[in-house]
């Protein structure tokens, strides 16, 4: 199975663009590459998902190389309610036995 | 339109007692899985359920077990609780098991408390 490796926190401060790297270097050929959100006491919140390139929502953007090696989610413009913690998945989603392997996540704190 | 439910909200029980936590998924929503998050870590799977049949299962013991009910809503149940069992337990519905893309929607959880 795809490991992920993403840094444990992050600082940022309001109205800056925020870059999220996650290291996956066995990706596997069929494999999808999915970011969470999730606040204190809540459950986690899709936020993006890609296979290879860019793909851009209405609330991030996923950056993904050509050796899939790596993904990079891109926050523009953070505000406070975006403090919470990044979870970056990799796997087909469901040829895993259908689990979300969930690595620690990334703390994102945005100050004032 | 409603999202994931889960019920209770929180939950104190002791060492030892039995715990039954319960999970609507979204409407028309044929997939249910579980899983347990302690403090500070990620979510870790438990059991995933489809068409009513458990399609996987997570590295917890035997005393987790879980079931889907016709109208596709959920119960896990956790026997001989432990302190270690105290978690947040989650709960997330799709529309299919095998779909690469399919979206996970995730519930509020169920903080338990073992005491």
Same mark, same amino acid.
């Given at each position: 199975?795809?490991?992920?490796?993403?840094?444990?926190?992050?600082?940022?401060?309001?109205?800056?663009?925020?870059?999220?790297?996650?290291?996956?270097?066995?990706?596997?050929?069929?494999? &999808?590459?999915?970011?969470?959100?999730?606040?204190?006491?809540? *459950?986690?919140?899709?936020?993006? =998902? #890609?296979?290879?390139?860019? $793909?851009?929502?209405?609330?991030?953007?996923?950056?993904?190389?050509?050796?899939?090696?790596?993904?990079?989610?891109?926050?523009?413009?953070?505000?406070?309610?975006?403090?919470?913690?990044? &979870?970056?998945?990799?796997?087909?989603?469901?040829?895993?036995? *259908?689990?979300?392997?969930?690595? =620690? #996540?990334?703390?994102?704190? $945005?100050?004032? | 339109?409603?999202?994931?439910?889960?019920?209770?909200?929180?939950?104190?029980?002791?060492?030892?007692?039995?715990?039954?936590?319960?999970?609507?998924?979204?409407?028309?929503?044929?997939?249910?899985?579980?899983?347990?998050?302690?403090?500070?870590?990620?979510?870790?799977?438990?059991?995933?359920?489809?068409?009513?049949?458990?399609?996987?299962?997570?590295?917890?013991?035997?005393?987790?077990?879980?079931?889907?009910?016709?109208?596709?809503?959920?119960?896990?149940?956790?026997?001989?609780?432990?302190?270690?069992?105290?978690?947040?337990?989650?709960?997330?519905?799709?529309?299919?098991?095998?779909?690469?893309?399919?979206?996970?929607?995730?519930?509020?959880?169920?903080?338990?408390?073992?005491?």
């Amino acid at each position: 199975l795809a490991k992920t490796t993403q840094p444990i926190s992050m600082d940022s401060y309001e109205g800056q663009e925020v870059n999220i790297t996650c290291s996956h270097n066995n990706i596997a050929t069929n494999d &999808y590459i999915t970011w969470y959100q999730q606040f204190p006491s809540q *459950g986690p919140r899709f936020i993006i =998902q #890609g296979y290879k390139t860019k $793909v851009t929502n209405e609330v991030a953007s996923l950056f993904i190389p050509a050796d899939r090696k790596s993904s990079t989610l891109s926050l523009p413009r953070v505000s406070l309610s975006d403090t919470a913690v990044y &979870y970056c998945l990799v796997g087909g989603v469901y040829n895993q036995g *259908g689990k979300l392997i969930f690595g =620690q #996540g990334t703390e994102l704190s $945005v100050k004032p | 339109d409603a999202g994931v439910t889960q019920s209770p909200t929180h939950l104190i029980k002791t060492r030892g007692q039995h715990v039954t936590l319960r999970c609507s998924p979204i409407s028309g929503h044929k997939s249910v899985s579980w899983y347990q998050q302690v403090l500070g870590q990620g979510p870790q799977f438990i059991f995933q359920y489809y068409e009513k049949e458990e399609r996987g299962r997570g590295n917890f013991p035997d005393r987790f077990s879980a079931r889907q009910f016709p109208n596709y809503s959920s119960e896990l149940n956790v026997n001989a609780l432990l302190l270690g069992d105290s978690a947040l337990y989650l709960c997330a519905s799709g529309n299919s098991y095998d779909s690469y893309t399919d979206t996970q929607y995730f519930g509020p959880g169920t903080r338990l408390t073992v005491l």
